[in-house]
């Protein structure tokens, strides 16, 4: 069977198993649609949890940024899972304990006052837009290449295939949604790379099949050839790259780290269990789930920049040495280009591709990161079901986590901003329909934007981890671990910790992410310190703790009786029932 038909019977299939799912566990009240009735077994959140997580900056991206990064791609390794221990041991059993349905929920009654709650629901929507517009990156390439449409139209069909099931199960459908979803992506990256580790070292455990020798007989390890090809064409070696600085690395790891122990959609997934320790059991279970994927995507990375440099350099076999010939470029190379997110250009007019790192030499114009996984399997002349598994899973990651900051998004509008402040006599059925219908708005405001991306998939998910960061992070930390935090200092630093991070984001990347929108062009790039913007959410948490805490010495103490609150959420004890209001 070719390979256009496999992938739609096998994308088909799975798209028919979520909508299917979704159906059966409809949303039928505001609990089971912000919550899915406070009954998901830890295992079973756990899982869930770690789709909502392995998003297409995970699937498609991550390995591709390893891929061209080498060591300084570390970073979204080190940053996605110390972000995790952050948040199963300072915030998911103590926001579980209180039991409300949201983040801005907490935050409004730790911090008295609406204006607290208000300012909780811009940041989350912020983060959460840009964090989406990721995803729909995602969902646009892979549809783009493996349905053979343009980019537009794949993004248009992964928005309504969104629509459909997130928009009618709420949490309860999204949860059970994204368990399936995550089978079919853990098999589908699981699989290829086997394949793959078993052609290039004879290992089928690609964990280690990156620290082995190669089975073409060289003797070289798998790095140390990759260091050798990229070294010769004046890329440098892979395996000490660092990301612009030892400082910008360190920053970014930490941005990244209190960005995911910040983001709402995430820490929401801890409401649905039924107790506090429950809440903790599924913060171990999704790093468990979430580790079967990230131990394997430095050896996907690795092994996808070697075989992308074998084919247009190859160092063994009768064409040792030569460059590609235009007219020998294989068929996964052509299929490419006509997505637009491949490119090449024959400079010299000699009839073959240069790849090196000389720009003014180098023949390979575009080299999406965000195609590596996706392609890695063509590349390598896989089976067409494993690509197709591929397309199925890479899709699966980025719905998953679309659906997760979808319902974060509605649930603000609807249940923090109508519910919480101006309309507070809705009934329950009336909210239910305005969370549906702030959800289609959040659809086509991502999908507009997911038009024209700021940067790759991972990219774009790391701008979104920076303003978790800066804004959300701090005020949940000290509402939980500071009895003097008052309203005022956590206002205060929740304001300046976002503003700046978005005033150094929008001067490198364009105000709203347009391009032509960018200001301060005399200041010069990643000016303050050396570090980038995507990297620049620690500093913006740095100045909201500072900001947060000057404010608070100046102003009036909180209540006596949100102190007592305080010390009540740290006391391990059982938690109540959740509460709506």
Sequence with gaps: MDLQTLTYIVVGATFALYIGIAIWARAKTTGDFYVAGKGVPPVLNGMATAADWMSAASFISMAGLIAFYG????????GWTGGYVLLAMLLAPYLRKYGKFTVPEFIGDRYYGKSARILAVICLIIASVTYVIGQMKGIGVAFSRFLETDYDTGLYIGMGIVFIYAVMGGMKGITYTQIAQYCVLIFAYTVPAVFISM????NPIPQLGLGSTMSDGSGMYLLDKLDATMK???FGTYTDKVRLSTFNMFVYTMSLMIGTAGLPHVIMRFFTV???????????????FIALLY????????MARLNLMETIHPTSGPNAGQWLEVDQRPQWFKNWEKTGLLKFEDKNGDGRIQYVADKEKNEMVKVDRDIMVLANPEIAKLPNWVVALVVAGGLAAALSTAAGLLL????????DLLKGVFAPNISEKSELMASRIAMAGAIAAAGYLGLHPPDFAAGTVALAFGLAASSIF???MMGIFSKTMNKQGAMAGMLVGIGITLFYVFQHKGIFFIADWKYLQSWGSNWFMGVEPNAFGAIGAVFNFIT??????????????????????????????ATGH
């Design 408 to 415: 974060a998004i509605a649930s603000s509008i609807s249940h």
């Design 548 to 577: 947060a805490f000057i404010v608070a010495k100046i102003t009036a103490p909180p209540p006596e009786h949100i102190q007592h609150m305080v010390e009540n959420i740290r006391v391990p004890a059982g938690a109540g029932a």
């Design 71 to 78: 060591y300084g791609g570390s970073v979204f390794l080190m």
């Design 199 to 202: 052609h290039l070292t004879g």
């Design 232 to 234: 010769d064409l004046g």
């Design 474 to 476: 701090p005020a949940l």
């Design 295 to 302: 131990t394997v995507a430095p050896a996907v990375g690795a």
């Design 274 to 288: 039924p107790r506090v320790r429950d809440a903790r059991a599924s913060a171990g279970w999704a790093l468990v």
